[in-house]
Nanobody, 128 residues
């Protein structure tokens, strides 16, 4: 099945930097928009940044200028570079992607289904 696996979370001091990676694997026909979400304790999950297949990015206001999303289509990977981190950035960060997954089917035509896939999450803790 199609999966997303994040890595790179950890503990960092305020003002420091951290880099997250997320790799998609499985029977992938195409990957469309990829994104990073985060969820802090007792708060709703929020969209941090997104990037389309052709590289158009969008960020939530609180991270603009500090966090940068990028992707490597050849490696099915999305990245989040985090600079000038603040304690308010502490959260579990989740990778998300809209993926067309190839599926087995009778007949000659190629079949696929569209999925929205989540990673397992990686914890980022920013200390004061």
């Amino acid at each position: 099945q199609v999966q997303l696996v994040e890595s790179g979370g950890g503990l960092v001091q305020a003002g420091g930097s951290l880099n997250l990676s997320c790799v998609a694997s499985g029977p992938i026909f195409n990957i469309h928009t990829m994104a990073w979400y985060r969820q802090a304790p007792e708060k709703q999950r929020e969209l941090v940044a997104s990037i389309t297949a052709n590289g158009i990015t969008d960020y939530t206001d609180s991270v603009k200028g500090r966090l940068t999303i990028s992707r490597d289509n050849a490696e099915n990977t999305v990245y989040l570079r985090m600079d000038s981190l603040k304690p308010e950035d502490t959260a579990v960060y989740y990778c998300n992607a809209d993926i067309s997954e190839t599926i087995a089917s009778d007949g000659d035509s190629l079949h696929f289904r569209n999925l929205n896939v989540w990673g397992q999450g990686t914890l980022v803790t920013v200390s004061s």
